[in-house]
């Protein structure tokens, strides 16, 4: 088990939370304290949110009144934030920049791959960047409320993990092999030779682009199934799907992946002396949660929010 820090974005994500976006249209789906909510500005962030989880989705044709309210409640929060001075723009310009570099561009391997599935979806940097400042906004908002919660005791972090042993295992393992190349068509070409009974090592030495596994055979050893893999969402999510023996092709930035899985190894138990810092953690991330949901519910009872009936 990972526990993840709640002032962190992925947190927020998991929450549902998904800022409210600057992306203008003539909808208006309500006002905020004076401020419009536009449809379009909620579609962004709908599919920006997608984006950032690596599984990006079109926009959602049909309001879903429950999503919308989450998504007033968060211009509320935000606008509380930014006129209670609890960060400076600039910082949180910083941090949310911070956050694309480290974090979503790797999803798509490079910058290029990200602006391929940002132009699929319709979507321009310029929104993503918005989303993810409005995240950080959110984020400086759920710190500042939760920073009072106490940590749990390590007694109660013992009687969660006797309640859901089940959940603290290491994460399934795979030994991966794989060959890079340019085009569509050259992994095509050595997929059809594979099926056709040709050596994968010596395929890799000949043909993969990427130097350090090339010499290996194309060799990757033994790797983590998915996200804790550390490898793009498109790269695990179909290295998640093969059995030893299988082989298929990723496209990632701007190369496709022919990936090949030898062979796999169960997760196994960890004991309770090993996790009990990082349940802890994750009982006083939920605790926190909790406390920013009641704050952000108050927030927004007092907030003016003026809805316009939606067709």
């Not at 990006?56 to 209670?84: E, G, K, N, S, Y």
């Not at 960060?87 to 391997?109: E, I, M, T, W």
């Not at 682009?209 to 199934?225: E, H, I, P």
Request: charged residues 20%; hydrophobic residues 45%.
């Amino acid at each position: 088990m990972r526990a993840k820090p709640a002032a962190s974005l992925a947190a927020l994500l998991a929450l549902g939370l998904g800022g409210c976006g600057h992306a203008g249209g003539p909808r208006l789906l309500a006002t905020v304290n004076g401020t419009p909510v536009t449809l379009r500005a909620w579609q962004v962030s709908v599919q920006a949110a997608a984006i950032v989880r690596g599984r990006p989705r079109p926009a959602p044709t049909r309001p879903d009144p429950h999503a919308i309210d989450q998504f007033l409640t968060q211009a509320a929060v935000m606008q509380w934030a930014q006129r209670h001075g609890w960060a400076s723009s600039a910082s949180v310009k910083q941090q949310a920049d911070a956050y694309y570099r480290q974090h979503v561009v790797p999803l798509y391997g490079d910058r290029a791959g990200l602006k391929q599935a940002l132009s699929a979806e319709h979507l321009s940097l310029a929104d993503l960047r918005s989303y993810l400042v409005d995240q950080e906004w959110l984020r400086v908002a759920l710190d500042r409320v939760a920073q009072h919660v106490p940590a749990p005791s390590r007694a109660e972090a013992a009687r969660y993990y006797q309640q859901h042993r089940r959940e603290f295992v290491t994460p399934a393992m795979m030994e991966v092999r794989e060959i890079v190349v340019s085009s569509a068509e050259q992994a095509r070409g050595i997929a059809r030779q594979l099926q056709q009974g040709a050596n994968f090592a010596a395929l890799a030495r000949r043909d993969s682009r990427d130097a350090k596994t090339s010499r290996l055979g194309g060799n990757l050893g033994w790797v983590a199934q998915g996200a804790s893999s550390g490898y793009p969402a498109a790269w695990y999510q179909l290295a998640d799907r093969l059995r030893p023996g299988q082989f298929g092709i990723a496209h990632i930035g701007s190369g496709y992946h022919i990936i090949e899985v030898e062979a796999i190894r169960p997760g196994q138990p960890v004991g309770f002396p090993q996790v009990a810092s990082a349940v802890q953690a994750a009982l006083k991330a939920q605790q926190q949660v909790a406390a920013f949901r009641k704050w952000a519910a108050d927030i927004r009872r007092t907030a003016r929010v003026h809805t316009f009936p939606q067709a």
